[in-house]
């Protein structure tokens, strides 16, 4: 059974550019949370996906935007980065919504 | 709302000594509970959960049992070694039944060092 991945593993970005990151969820799961750590800090939810609808969002603006495809892999989109969008991304899915099995991340460094 | 509280790091314990991270929480509802461990570099991975008042969660010798009248969630080891070292994070979850989202509400992280 292939875990969740994610890609890329690291990534550099200039102020104002866009992002995409990718992540592929684990074999039989149809749902998709995407999640923000700072350095230091816990995770915050952004989004989740399930049945490629979003299903609930957090405290972030618009320009952080997702989908989600037929095979349940997922995207998150952020425009018009900024510096305090540097940070761990993860992704973490599930089939029931209540135990989410997280990737490795993708670490965005904004400068 | 939805929050938890973790006892503030960093924690540095002797190989062999007893584990207290403390963790409180509050919700709305019934929340299931969880304690994810993230080892440097790496992705959150599950340690062990408990979805109602008085389970209790273990996995690899870590225990934590679900206080509804404390609403805490206290995780512990009898005896720690070091390949335990990482941060710990207390999580619960606001899936209602019936409902999908489930989105995770995570403390701030307790790190751990463990010496030899």
């Known amino acids: 059974e292939t875990g969740v991945t994610q890609s890329p593993t690291h990534l550099i970005k200039t102020r104002g550019q866009q992002v995409t990151l990718r992540c592929s969820s684990q074999?039989?799961?149809?749902?998709v949370s995407w999640y923000q750590q700072a350095l230091g800090q816990g995770p915050q939810f952004i989004f989740q996906?399930?049945?490629?609808?979003?299903?609930g969002r957090g405290n972030f603006p618009p320009r952080f935007s997702g989908l989600q495809f037929p095979n349940y892999s997922s995207e998150l989109n952020v425009n018009a980065l900024e510096l305090d969008d540097s940070a761990l991304y993860l992704c973490?899915?599930?089939?029931?919504?209540?135990?989410?099995?997280f990737g490795p991340g993708t670490r965005l460094t904004v400068t | 709302g939805n929050s938890v509280t973790q006892m503030e790091g960093p924690v540095t314990l002797s190989e062999e000594a007893f584990l207290t991270i403390n963790c409180t929480y509050t919700a709305t509802g019934y929340p299931s509970l969880f304690w994810y461990v993230q080892y440097p570099g790496e992705g959150l991975q599950l340690l062990l959960k408990?979805?109602?008042?008085?389970d209790k969660g273990s996995n690899k010798g870590f225990e934590a049992t679900y206080r509804k009248e404390t609403t805490s969630f206290h995780l512990e080891k009898g005896s720690v070694q070091v390949s335990d070292s990482a941060v710990y994070f207390c999580a619960l979850s606001d899936r209602d039944r019936g409902s999908t989202l489930g989105r995770l509400y995570f403390g701030r992280g307790t790190q751990l060092t463990v010496w030899p």
């Open positions: 408990a979805t109602k008042a008085d």
């Open positions: 973490a899915s599930s089939s029931r919504g209540y135990e989410q099995y």
């Open positions: 996906y399930y049945r490629e609808e979003e299903n």
């Open positions: 074999s039989g799961h149809n749902t």
